[in-house]
């Protein structure tokens, strides 16, 4: 496995450094930085602090925030954006966009760990225009077109 080094801030004492859970880990665990337990209701979103800034060493990766299956499947708590984009050159402080899809509150608890920290390979594309397109067997067969169900 391929190792970069990735700077991070504490820009408040309490926060926690990103941690893998296993030695085999994609991704860094988050923790929320609260005062007090956050409570969400369902279908409410909150913007949870994690009191952390990081430097990626390039422009040639991205820092992806995804949420904890274990969160999402057994309460609903999920990332109100899908997946959080963090750039290159973003320095600010990582904050988690959550969503209660559950059916009931779920409170988060101050340290406890939200969204996890995914650093990927990344490169630019040069958009080029065309009146046609390559050819293909899918063609412009879009959603469910492969038979797969």
């Not at 970069?4 to 504490?10: G, L």
């Not at 996890?116 to 063609?139: H, K, M, N, Y």
């Given at each position: 496995m391929q190792r970069?080094?990735?700077?991070?801030?504490?820009?408040?004492?309490?926060?926690?450094?990103?941690?893998?859970?296993?030695?085999?880990?994609?991704?860094?665990?988050?923790?929320?930085?609260?005062?007090?337990?956050l409570t969400v209701a369902p279908m409410q979103r909150v913007l949870v602090p994690t009191g952390l800034a990081i430097e990626l060493p390039g422009a040639d990766c991205v820092a992806l925030v995804y949420a904890r299956s274990g969160l999402s499947i057994k309460h609903g708590l999920c990332m109100a954006n899908g997946v959080g984009v963090i750039d290159s050159d973003y320095r600010g402080e990582l904050k988690v966009p959550m969503i209660n899809l559950g059916t009931e509150a779920y409170t988060i608890a101050p340290g406890e760990r939200v969204a996890?920290?995914?650093?990927?390979?990344?490169?630019?594309?040069?958009?080029?225009?065309?009146?046609?397109?390559?050819?293909?067997?899918?063609?412009e067969g879009g959603f469910g077109s492969t038979g797969r169900q």
């Open positions: 970069k080094t990735v700077i991070f801030k504490r820009l408040d004492d309490r926060a926690q450094a990103p941690a893998y859970a296993t030695p085999g880990a994609a991704a860094a665990d988050l923790c929320a930085l609260l005062d007090a337990p996890q920290l995914c650093i990927a390979p990344v490169w630019q594309a040069d958009f080029v225009a065309a009146a046609e397109l390559s050819d293909t067997t899918r063609g």
